[in-house]
């Protein structure tokens, strides 16, 4: 079973930048459909970003443009960068690991495992 450790949040200001880190331990997540998501105060939980094993990606339509996914297999690690940060970035963000040769799609419903989550705090 893969276990999934997020990092790279924090308080940051609006315009600002940040890359959030996703490392899987365990096994190796190349083949695997690797996702992010997001969960404001509040709200449910929303599939921001998604990458397949031909690093193909989908995203929301609120964040396409801003935020980027990417994968580095050698290092077992999924990546987000979120660039022109917004106070509705504010969330706690969470990847996710899929089925193995399944196609970039958003939803929790092709995901299976998630890791603890990391704060992403953007002030005006």
């Known amino acids: 079973q893969v276990q999934l450790v997020e990092s790279g949040g924090g308080l940051v200001q609006t315009g600002d930048s940040l890359r959030l880190s996703c490392a899987a331990t365990?096994?190796?997540?190349?083949?695997?459909?690797m996702g992010w998501f997001r969960q404001a105060p509040g709200k449910e939980r929303e599939s921001v970003a998604a990458?397949?094993?031909?690093?193909?990606?989908s995203y929301l339509d609120s964040v396409t443009g801003r935020f980027t996914i990417s994968r580095d297999n050698l290092k077992n690690t999924l990546y987000l960068q979120i660039n022109s940060l917004k106070p509705e970035d504010t969330a706690v963000y969470y990847c996710a690991v899929g089925a193995k040769w399944t196609r970039a799609a958003l939803g929790s419903n092709v995901f299976n495992s998630w890791g603890q989550g990391t704060q992403v705090t953007v002030t005006s």
């Open positions: 990458i397949d094993w031909r690093d193909t990606t």
């Open positions: 365990g096994r190796s997540i190349d083949t695997n459909l």
